[in-house]
């Protein structure tokens, strides 16, 4: 019988380095998929939902910083400090 991690959202916002609310508004933006849900109705990840949200949560930093440098802006782009290889 396999046992599977799950994560809830707070922990996948460590993993990533944002807050709850980054994570619910990329969900509702389509940015990242759907969480699954439990019983209760509260999101969780199981890690091969962590290793295809970083990919994407990447993807979507990448642009932004494209989108930012292509724009002229001298600013950080909107998400900063992103850590996303944790071990």
Do not use: C
Not at 38 to 43: F, N, Q, T
């Amino acid at each position: 019988m396999a046992i599977h991690k799950i994560i809830k959202i707070h922990g996948l916002a460590a993993e990533l380095g944002v807050a709850i609310q980054t994570i619910k508004n990329f969900e509702d933006r389509g940015i990242l998929p759907k969480a699954q849900r439990d019983s209760k109705g509260w999101r969780y990840y199981t890690p091969e939902d962590i290793v295809k949200i970083k990919a994407l949560y990447q993807e979507e930093v990448t642009k932004d910083y494209r989108l930012s440098k292509k724009s002229g802006n001298k600013k950080s782009p909107r998400i900063t400090n992103i850590v996303l290889n944790r071990q």
